[in-house]
């Protein structure tokens, strides 16, 4: 599916919001990922009780669902306003590279609150690796994507965070 391109040079302000809240549910998911991950274990090893989950386990489960929500809107959104067009600055090997990074993130960002979802309900340890894994797949996208905005910062030059920083 091809997305149409945006004539302005920004993100709608939905698009910047929802950007930001993944974000951060991220990293919020990222500080209570080990509890998770120790439940899920103990649970699957008749350890604990449901009612032992520690309540960051919880809270992990339903920041996933809310993460997962947010890429329905966010893909919804994308298909609605389009993306913007690459920089003048932005060459014909970073503009492909960037459009596979981004549709890596829409990928990883299904695959991981669903593994995790169904890796918690099945307590199957199959998928639970599968979610663990594309954690670590979503990692790696993450520093590549700060490293592409450091890029675009201080070698190119062309102000790309503004799409992602303020409303157009």
Not at 90 to 100: E, F
Not at 140 to 151: E, P, R
Request: net charge positive; charged share 15%; hydrophobic share 55%.
């Amino acid at each position: 599916m091809k997305t149409k391109e945006l004539k302005i040079e920004g993100f709608s302000k939905y698009q910047v919001i929802v950007h930001w809240l993944v974000a951060c549910f991220i990293l919020f998911q990222i500080a209570t990922g080990s509890t998770m991950s120790n439940d899920f274990l103990a649970l699957k090893d008749g350890k604990i009780s449901i009612e032992e989950v520690h309540k960051n386990s919880w809270y992990h489960f339903f920041f996933g669902l809310t993460i997962f929500l947010l890429m329905v809107i966010r893909f919804i959104l994308r298909i609605i306003f389009g993306v913007p067009k690459p920089t003048k600055q932005s060459s014909s090997l970073t503009i492909i590279v960037a459009k596979i990074i981004h549709w890596l993130f829409y990928l990883v960002l299904f695959i991981v609150p669903i593994s995790g979802f169904v890796a918690w309900n099945t307590s199957n340890l199959l998928i639970g690796n599968l979610h663990s894994a594309s954690v670590n797949a979503l990692y790696v996208l993450v520093v590549i994507h700060l490293i592409a905005i450091v890029y675009h910062q201080i070698f190119l030059e062309d102000n790309l965070i503004d799409r992602m920083t303020s409303f157009k």
